[in-house]
């Protein structure tokens, strides 16, 4: 898909960060866009962007976690806007601690939208887009954590693995229909997820919020812009690419991973030790 003018791309998790600058470098290449999210305000300041841009759109609040929601809002954009050119299940939030101190309850919430509301997304949109013809393409958020084991984010690391398997499972079956698959694996962006993320430490030093506050300071000074992620996006719809990774970290731990897992071992064993101590 090389043109995307008059098309219609779908993007849950719009209401800021990535989500949002992937809705918005569509819609300045001419595409008609539908956004989600479960922050309403978040989205009216998005719906204004896009105005501005003299863009066509609609926005609806939904919770990805919540399968009723996510039929209706394909429903609501099959009526709206008659066709899905390009799906981008981008919704997800953040959970950081050892496994012994998550709750069943912090499981099933990063679950229910990292996980489920990709397969949501694919679910009611996937048999739509075949039934339309004339191709399209998904783009699946997974996360570079999901290209290596990372400290300290089991559970978030367990739902972008499922994401990053389910795409790339997903790209050979829907190859036989014209349509494109493909899993975006950000490292360190500079967003406000950390609003959202929980963090879980019984014998922390710091308090929740702070350990939240030194995170955000670190996506601050290290992370790229999440413009840049979306033009990775927007890229790698244009030549079919099956992972987008994004950023240099991303890169080095696939590498390292790949080439030594017994090496990788060794740097997560050091890494868990250093991120307790400093947490």
């Given at each position: 898909?090389?043109?995307?003018?008059?098309?219609?791309?779908?993007?849950?998790?719009?209401?800021?960060?990535?989500?949002?600058?992937?809705?918005?470098?569509?819609?300045?290449?001419?595409?008609?866009?539908?956004?989600?999210?479960?922050?309403?305000?978040?989205?009216?300041?998005?719906?204004?962007?896009?105005?501005?841009?003299?863009?066509?759109?609609?926005?609806?609040?939904?919770d990805v976690?919540?399968?009723w929601?996510?039929?209706?809002?394909?429903?609501?954009?099959?009526?709206?806007?008659?066709?899905?050119?390009?799906?981008?299940?981008?919704?997800?939030?953040?959970?950081?601690?050892?496994?012994?101190?998550?709750?069943?309850?912090?499981?099933?919430?990063?679950?229910?939208?990292?996980?489920?509301g990709?397969?949501?997304?694919?679910?009611?949109?996937?048999?739509?887009?075949?039934?339309?013809?004339?191709?399209?393409?998904?783009?699946?958020?997974?996360?570079?954590?999901a290209?290596a084991?990372?400290?300290?984010l089991?559970?978030?690391?367990?739902?972008?693995?499922?994401?990053?398997?389910?795409?790339?499972?997903?790209?050979?079956?829907?190859?036989l229909?014209?349509?494109?698959?493909?899993?975006?694996?950000?490292?360190?962006?500079?967003?406000?997820?950390?609003?959202?993320?929980?963090?879980?430490?019984?014998t922390s030093?710091?308090?929740e919020?702070?350990?939240?506050g030194k995170?955000?300071?670190?996506?601050?000074?290290?992370?790229?812009?999440?413009?840049?992620?979306?033009?990775?996006?927007?890229?790698?719809?244009?030549r079919n690419?099956?992972v987008v990774?994004?950023?240099?970290?991303?890169?080095?731990?696939?590498?390292?991973?790949?080439?030594?897992?017994?090496?990788?071992?060794?740097?997560?064993?050091?890494?868990?030790w250093?991120?307790?101590?400093?947490?």
């Amino acid at each position: 898909m090389k043109e995307f003018s008059g098309k219609v791309v779908v993007v849950t998790g719009a209401a800021s960060g990535i989500g949002r600058e992937i809705a918005l470098a569509f819609a300045r290449r001419g595409a008609r866009l539908v956004i989600g999210d479960i922050n309403g305000d978040g989205l009216r300041a998005v719906g204004e962007e896009l105005e501005a841009l003299g863009t066509e759109f609609f926005a609806e609040v939904v919770d990805v976690s919540q399968a009723w929601q996510m039929e209706e809002f394909c429903e609501t954009t099959y009526k709206r806007m008659g066709r899905v050119d390009v799906l981008c299940n981008n919704a997800g939030i953040g959970l950081g601690g050892a496994f012994e101190d998550l709750t069943l309850d912090d499981l099933k919430l990063v679950m229910g939208v990292n996980l489920w509301g990709v397969i949501h997304g694919c679910h009611f949109f996937y048999p739509r887009m075949i039934e339309q013809g004339g191709g399209g393409h998904i783009v699946n958020t997974s996360s570079g954590a999901a290209l290596a084991p990372i400290p300290m984010l089991t559970a978030y690391t367990c739902t972008k693995c499922g994401v990053l398997g389910l795409s790339e499972d997903l790209r050979g079956e829907a190859a036989l229909h014209g349509i494109g698959v493909t899993a975006l694996c950000p490292g360190i962006i500079s967003t406000n997820i950390m609003k959202t993320t929980g963090i879980r430490a019984r014998t922390s030093r710091w308090s929740e919020d702070e350990s939240r506050g030194k995170l955000k300071w670190l996506m601050e000074k290290r992370g790229l812009l999440p413009s840049k992620v979306a033009e990775k996006v927007v890229r790698g719809v244009e030549r079919n690419k099956g992972v987008v990774r994004v950023g240099p970290e991303t890169y080095l731990i696939d590498i390292v991973h790949r080439v030594s897992r017994h090496l990788n071992d060794s740097i997560l064993k050091f890494s868990y030790w250093f991120i307790k101590r400093w947490f």
